[in-house]
T-cell receptor, first 112, second 114 residues
Framework: DQQVKQNSPSLSVQEGRISILNCDYTNSMFDYFLWYKKYPAEGPTFLISISSIKDKNEDGRFTVFLNKSAKHLSLHIVPSQPGDSAVYFCAASGGNFNKFYFGSGTKLNVKP | DTAVSQTPKYLVTQMGNDKSIKCEQNLGHDTMYWYKQDSKKFLKIMFSYNNKELIINETVPNRFSPKSPDKAHLNLHINSLELGDSAVYFC?????????????FGPGTRLTVT
């Protein structure tokens, strides 16, 4: 029973265009969300986070949107670059910052 | 200078053996974790230690035993290895109260049980 789902296993985007990665969750107690980026043979690295008191958080080319009523968050990358090609995981926590639930990841391929 | 390191990176062993994976962090964090990435690619938390005390212990077979000799180290010992234990195991650390507790991951240990 997965509480965090990333239903698109892969996404291919042209360089310079927007990449939109989606994540859905089922637990209404989740109030903190993170995105991680993972290159092959490396561990995930933190990218951006959002608290449930906000609906948007921006950091450079990366923006995360949160729709609490739909239990949905998305990561926008604009403009996409070939170096962004990686697996992106979303993770959610219900206030216990020691315990995060991760999705299965979306593999992004940005074509030059 | 590696922040979270794991050894070994690859581990191939036979069913029934006992093996250990070591993890060290030099970030001064007070909390460490073990995750298992299964065949479906989900990252699932197994254990979490805060200042050497076990604080999260998910439904994991008791063949898995974490040990934290100090807050910079969290090792994972697995007894009587089974085929289903084959996975990538990630160690991570975080600092409680620091900007929402984002975790820093090691590079992973790919365990293959034959």
């Amino acid at each position: 029973d997965q509480q965090v789902k990333q239903n698109s296993p892969s996404l291919s985007v042209q360089e310079g265009r927007i990449s939109i990665l989606n994540c859905d969750y089922t637990n209404s107690m989740f109030d903190y969300f993170l995105w991680y980026k993972k290159y092959p043979a490396e561990g995930p690295t933190f990218l951006i986070s959002i608290s449930s008191i906000k609906d948007k958080n921006e950091d450079g080319r990366f923006t995360v949107f949160l729709n609490k009523s739909a239990k949905h968050l998305s990561l926008h990358i604009v403009p996409s670059q070939p170096g962004d090609s990686a697996v992106y995981f979303c993770a959610a926590s219900g206030g216990n910052f020691n315990k995060f639930y991760f999705g299965s990841g979306t593999k992004l391929n940005v074509k030059p | 200078d590696t922040a979270v390191s794991q050894t070994p990176k690859y581990l191939v062993t036979q069913m029934g053996n006992d093996k250990s994976i070591k993890c060290e962090q030099n970030l001064g964090h007070d909390t460490m974790y073990w995750y298992k990435q299964d065949s479906k690619k989900f990252l699932k938390i197994m254990f979490s230690y805060n200042n050497k005390e076990l604080i999260i212990n998910e439904t994991v077979p008791n063949r898995f035993s974490p040990k934290s000799p100090d807050k910079a180290h969290l090792n994972l010992h697995i007894n009587s290895l089974e085929l289903g234990d084959s996975a990538v195991y990630f160690c991570a650390s975080s600092q409680e109260g620091l900007a929402g507790g984002e975790q820093y991951f090691g590079p992973g240990t790919r365990l293959t049980v034959t």
